[in-house]
């Protein structure tokens, strides 16, 4: 299984830590945390189109508390993430083979495309 959760999550900043716990009380043996990092200015920039944020300082600060939450919420749990840059993710069907490949998992059917584009990030 796959268990997809952004943060902040609406407006809530759920708890990884519980949410793992959860996982593992529910008979799921192995959790492996997976991090996706994006342009910090294409999601700057996202952030403000879709008024997350007022200003691009905001929205750095909002992109660095995101970051050290998850990694707060992930070492209570005892866990580490894969960190996944999004950009060669998005833009290389090698490198999603690869990195389905290594962590086990079949590639999904499905069309990926860069949404940093319209952001002006992933030059």
Not at 4 to 25: C, F, N, V, Y
Not at 38 to 51: C, G, I, V, Y
Request: net charge neutral; proline share 7%; aromatic share 10%.
């Amino acid at each position: 299984s796959v268990v997809r959760r952004s943060l902040p999550h609406g407006d809530q900043w759920p708890l990884i830590s519980e949410t793992i716990a959860s996982m593992k009380q529910a008979g799921y043996g192995v959790v492996v945390p997976i991090i996706i990092l994006r342009d910090k200015e294409a999601t700057a920039n996202s952030q403000l189109r879709h008024a997350h944020a007022k200003t691009v300082p905001e929205a750095n600060g909002s992109i660095q508390f995101a970051v050290d939450f998850a990694y707060k919420e992930l070492s209570q749990a005892g866990l580490y993430p894969i960190v996944v840059c999004y950009e060669p993710f998005v833009k290389h069907e090698g490198v999603r083979k690869a990195f389905f490949r290594s962590v086990g998992l079949p590639e999904p059917v499905m069309a990926f495309y860069d949404a940093n584009e319209k952001y002006g990030g992933s030059e």
